[in-house]
């Protein structure tokens, strides 16, 4: 059971939903607004009653007596947790006076509940009752999966007898509805990326482009390559009778959904996972009109570097939490993981965050590849599966990163072997950052970046994102 001495400034603003909400809270808090604060002796819980733009307060909390912290406000707010809440925790952090009283009454009846639910949870496997699967409505799902399919291969075959580059307005209108379609048929990633290669070719139609041409080209051999399996994959389930989600890439190319509770059933979870996040920026995803939240992380016993992704649609960005940079250690009971091959993206409902021992950068440093040759080969093998991101991140250990090359290009040596460092579009100016980078990161140190495919030199290269050295991390980004 924690309390509210595990309050920091990392803490709130891991927490709040976007960076004005911060700075909300600490203009609540710096204003003088709340008119009575008080805790539980034990201090798990601390409230308090704060003025808002009406004539009564409004009444805020925030509970550690469980695994995460619950937040409740009376305020309409619908950001969670709302300003108040935030700016009661940096009431805490700045030592105001907290007034020893008794657990309100509603809070009490919450926390019963609360741990009714918790120790359900905690039930061994046997004693629970298994969620029923419903496998009639699985196998009909697929089976419009399937029909939908035979949709989007029409236009793929379409498109490339007419030519790519031969998209008329009305022939786009066409496409655009048919692309519609596809939304009855569950399948909202082939939509995406039948939108996507619509709007690019009445883009190349209006100003020929062979950048553009080249996109255009992928994207069409990625929308069939992703047809093609997908049929493979609901036939396969279908013939078999297991129709219920299981390890497949697929499951979500075709635009499904996982929950947590279908990962950890099929075995997608680690226990006592300890990580420690090496890099984060918000990427843009034009396809899907959204912003995404985006963070590499470092498993400390594997080695393993996965990603974290917030999804954040444009058009509902004011009611989902951005996520931000994080620096402390993060100690999970249950890391859940998705399929795919390397990067695979993970996900926790709770973390203990503890500041990252001295010792934790040089096991960092040791989990790292020690072969660039091999590093090379293994992104090779990945970036060959055409549903598979265009870029493979990985943690390559260095003797030395030197700029005074006949290419233009920075390189990185290991032993023997060298590979030029090199912007690319998810993160176009750490290669710049990376030329005022103190010495002392230049040396025996980590680089994570990563590694991507240019055809047109027929040759790898990394785009750096930050160092590991055994004091700590540079980001580049």
């Known amino acids: 059971m924690a309390s509210a001495n595990i309050i920091t400034e990392e803490l709130i603003r891991s927490l709040a939903p976007n960076a004005a909400a911060v700075s909300n809270g600490k203009k609540i808090s710096s204003s003088g607004d709340f008119k009575a604060l008080s805790k539980t002796e034990d201090e798990t819980l601390i409230f308090g009653e704060c003025m808002g733009s009406g004539k009564n307060p409004y009444h805020t909390s925030a509970d550690f007596s469980g695994e995460s912290p619950v937040f409740r ?32 009454d509603d809070i009490a009846q919450k926390r019963e509940r609360a741990a009714k639910r918790a120790e359900k949870a905690a039930m061994p496997a046997e004693e629970k009752k298994a969620p029923k699967q419903n496998k009639a409505a699985a196998e009909k799902k697929l089976k419009k999966q399937a029909e939908g399919l035979e949709l989007a291969e029409q236009f793929v075959s379409d498109m490339f007898t007419r030519g790519i580059s031969s998209v008329s307005r009305t022939s786009a209108v066409q496409y655009k509805t048919l692309a519609k379609q596809l939304g009855d048929y569950y399948l909202p990633e082939p939509q995406a990326i039948m939108n996507e290669i619509v709007s690019a070719a009445e883009k190349l139609s209006a100003a020929p482009d062979d950048a553009e041409t080249d996109r255009l080209t992928a994207l069409c051999v990625k929308l069939s ?19 219920l989600p299981e390890d497949s890439i697929l499951y979500e190319a075709m635009g499904n959904v996982w929950k947590l509770s279908q990962l950890k059933e099929i075995g997608l979870y680690k226990e006592n996972a300890a990580i420690l996040q090496l890099s984060f920026t918000v990427l843009h995803d034009d396809m899907h009109k959204a912003d995404i939240d985006t963070a590499y992380w470092a498993d400390i016993e594997t080695g393993e570097i996965s990603k974290t992704e917030n999804i954040r649609p444009l058009k509902a960005q004011k009611y989902i939490k951005s996520e931000d940079s994080v620096f402390g250690m993060h100690f999970i009971k249950e890391l859940y993981r998705y399929p795919g091959g390397m990067n695979r993206r993970i996900r926790w409902e709770a973390a203990e965050i503890t500041d990252a021992a001295p010792e934790t950068y040089p096991l960092i440093i040791s989990k790292a590849e020690g072969s660039i040759s091999e590093a090379v080969k293994k992104a090779k093998n990945e970036l060959k599966n055409t549903l598979s991101d265009q870029s493979v991140a990985m943690l390559i250990r260095f003797d030395s990163i030197e700029f005074a090359v006949s290419d233009g290009h920075p390189v990185m040596k290991l032993g023997d072997e060298t590979i030029a460092l090199r912007a690319n579009e998810n993160y176009p100016d750490t290669a710049d950052v990376l030329k005022v980078t103190g010495n002392e990161y230049l040396r025996n140190g980590a680089l994570l970046g990563e590694l991507f495919y240019i055809p047109e030199e027929k040759r790898i290269y990394i ?15």
């Open 73 to 104: 406000c009376s305020c309409p707010s619908r950001q969670f947790p709302c300003k108040h809440s935030l700016a009661l925790m940096y009431e805490w952090l700045a030592k105001k006076t907290f007034t020893v009283s008794e657990i309100p």
């Open 225 to 243: 390559s992703t047809i093609k399996k997908s049929k493979a994959y609901i036939k396969s389930k279908l013939e078999s009778g297991e129709v």
């Open 463 to 477: 785009c750096p994102i930050s160092i590991v050295t055994e004091k700590g991390i540079m980001r580049l980004c």
